[in-house]
């Protein structure tokens, strides 16, 4: 999983919030990514790097929160995920999202599914993979079966 995170690198709490900073990520933005210039097969890798980075949540029982293309870069051909602003252990989602403002709710709906009880990284991961490769569920049935799966045990 250290490979898909930006290494931590300091927090600090000042007036009730807290800041974390992170190591600086040379890369691009899923968001930017001209699709055009990667191969299937590095396409491929990378919906396999997501499966993992989906597992390596799985395994420490966080849930994100907030997985969608703005939250990925491109780092010598890894994805790397980012903004943990909203990732809390798995039994804490109620109370993490209790906190939130109903704009800021609306706003992680957008791009994923949030419940009150259900770790739904799943669900977003599989957007994610699907644009990186539109082919995801001709081309790469284990991972498709694998997300499915998780999707279908929320």
Same mark, same amino acid.
């Given at each position: 999983?250290?490979?898909?995170?930006? *290494?931590?690198?300091?927090? &600090?709490?000042?007036?009730?919030?807290?800041?974390?900073?992170?190591?600086?990520?040379?890369?691009?933005?899923?968001?930017?990514?001209?699709?055009?210039?990667?191969?299937?097969?590095? @396409? =491929?890798?990378? #919906?396999?790097?997501?499966?993992?980075?989906?597992?390596?949540?799985?395994?420490i029982?966080y849930?994100?929160?907030?997985?969608?293309?703005?939250?990925?870069? =491109? *780092?010598?051909? @890894?994805?790397?995920?980012?903004?943990?602003?909203?990732? #809390? &252990?798995?039994?804490?989602?109620?109370?993490?999202?209790?906190?939130?403002? $109903?704009?800021?709710?609306? /706003?992680? $709906?957008?791009?994923? *599914?949030?419940?009150?009880?259900?770790?739904?990284?799943?669900?977003?991961?599989?957007?994610?993979?699907?644009?990186?490769?539109?082919? =995801? =569920?001709s081309? /790469?049935?284990?991972?498709?079966?694998?997300? $499915? /799966?998780?999707?279908?045990?929320?």
């Amino acid at each position: 999983m250290s490979l898909y995170v930006p *290494r931590y690198i300091v927090s &600090k709490e000042i007036d009730g919030y807290v800041y974390i900073v992170l190591e600086y990520i040379d890369g691009i933005g899923f968001d930017n990514i001209d699709l055009n210039n990667i191969l299937l097969e590095d @396409r =491929l890798s990378i #919906c396999e790097a997501l499966n993992s980075i989906l597992d390596g949540l799985i395994e420490i029982d966080y849930s994100h929160n907030d997985i969608r293309l703005q939250n990925f870069m =491109l *780092r010598e051909g @890894r994805p790397v995920l980012f903004d943990f602003g909203y990732a #809390c &252990k798995k039994n804490e989602i109620v109370s993490m999202l209790s906190t939130l403002s $109903n704009e800021e709710k609306k /706003q992680l $709906n957008e791009y994923n *599914r949030i419940s009150y009880d259900k770790h739904n990284d799943a669900f977003s991961m599989f957007y994610v993979m699907k644009h990186i490769n539109p082919s =995801l =569920l001709s081309n /790469q049935k284990s991972i498709w079966e694998s997300v $499915n /799966q998780r999707i279908g045990d929320l």
